[in-house]
């Protein structure tokens, strides 16, 4: 009974790493995919917007273009550790929602 229990806790524990790791390379594909949209419209971007007056306009433009930057890699900042603990793993989330909830 024992070597079996042993082996379903071994199973889920392989399971959740490769959970886990699986996020993390969904969390890493879709900051390329970001990072890969901006590098692409940064010359129009340029070109119609910094070189522009500031005004609200630029102002709204700037907010809503580099916020979702910053809070992606505040996230990214706190997930790329390995879990090593289930506590520092859960307070470092919690951490890193208040602080892109208060950026927001």
């Given amino acids: 009974m024992e070597c079996m229990s042993l082996s379903l806790s071994l199973k889920y ?3 959740s790493v490769s ?3 699986q996020t993390k390379y969904a ?3 879709a900051y390329a995919i ?6 692409l419209t940064l010359d129009i971007e340029i070109e119609h917007i910094w070189k522009q007056k500031f005004s609200a306009v630029t ?3 700037f ?4 916020y979702f930057l910053l809070a992606i890699n505040i996230t990214l900042f706190f997930f790329i550790e390995p ?13 890193s929602s208040q602080l892109v909830l208060v950026l927001h």
């Fill in 13 to 15: 524990i392989a399971s």
């Fill in 19 to 21: 959970s886990s790791l």
């Fill in 27 to 29: 969390y890493f594909a």
């Fill in 34 to 39: 970001v990072i890969y949209d901006h590098l």
């Fill in 59 to 61: 102002f709204l433009f």
């Fill in 63 to 66: 907010l809503t273009r580099y």
């Fill in 83 to 95: 879990v090593v603990n289930t506590r520092v793993s859960a307070s470092k989330y919690c951490y």
